[in-house]
Each structure stands twice: as C-alpha cells, then as structure tokens.
C-alpha cells in the first residue's frame, strides 16, 4: 500500500497550493480519506476529510472556507485546494486512508499514511 502525496511548496501569505496524494495497493473506494498536517512542536490534527463516496466533507474550523478537499475514485486521488494561505498553516501535510469510514477526525480511524509534503506560507 502507498499513498504518494504532493505539491508541496513554499508560497507568500494569501496565495494557493494544490496537494495531490494518489493511493496504489488499496481498493479506493472502500476508504474514507483525509489530510492532516503537523506543524513543529504541535499536534497532527485534522485538516479536511471526505467520505467514500465523496457526499460528505469535514474541515477543522481554522480552513473552513479556505481549504477544499476533494476525490476522483476513478483515478485514486484525493486532492486539497489550498486558498488565502496564512503562515500559520505551515506543516507537512499527510493524506491517510480510513477502511470503510467516511469522514472522520480522529487519526486512529486512518489505516494507512502517505509520507508528508511540506507547506511553508512565508509572511
């Protein structure tokens, strides 16, 4: 199983990223999925998920309205849209697969982990 993630960058405050994160050796569709972040010093919390089927989203209040996650089932991708980036969003951000959970905060639901990109807003 790998969920390769990426589009990491470093980008001003106030621009736009688009992490990618495809997953290979998993039935996609079977799984929820999400993407955390883990900032230094600080906790991995959750960022945004999505069901199976794509009806149903999740976001932390710090993105809402700025963040937006996203599926393909077909092409085994989950996808984050990044918007008015702010330093304090800066982490490596993880996508994660959950076996038959939609939406869901806790990272014990999450089976399998991708490796992490890195998102650096500069001031």
């Known amino acids: 199983v790998q969920l390769q993630a990426s589009g990491g960058g470093l980008v001003q405050a106030g621009g736009s990223l688009r992490l990618s994160c495809v997953a290979s050796?998993?039935?996609?569709?079977?799984?929820?999925m999400g993407w955390f972040r883990q900032a230094p010093g600080k906790e991995r919390e959750l960022v945004a998920s999505?069901?199976?089927?794509?009806?149903?989203?999740d976001y932390a209040d710090s993105v809402k309205g700025r963040f937006t996650i996203s599926r393909d089932n077909a092409k085994n991708g989950v996808y984050l849209q990044l918007t008015s980036l702010k330093p304090e969003d800066t982490a490596v951000y993880y996508c994660?697969?959950?076996?038959?959970?939609?939406?869901?905060?806790?990272?014990?639901?999450?089976?399998?982990w991708g490796q992490g990109t890195l998102v650096t807003v500069s001031s």
């Open positions: 994660a697969a959950a076996y038959r959970t939609d939406t869901s905060s806790r990272a014990r639901d999450y089976n399998w």
């Open positions: 999505i069901s199976r089927s794509a009806d149903s989203t």
């Open positions: 050796g998993i039935t996609f569709g079977w799984y929820g």
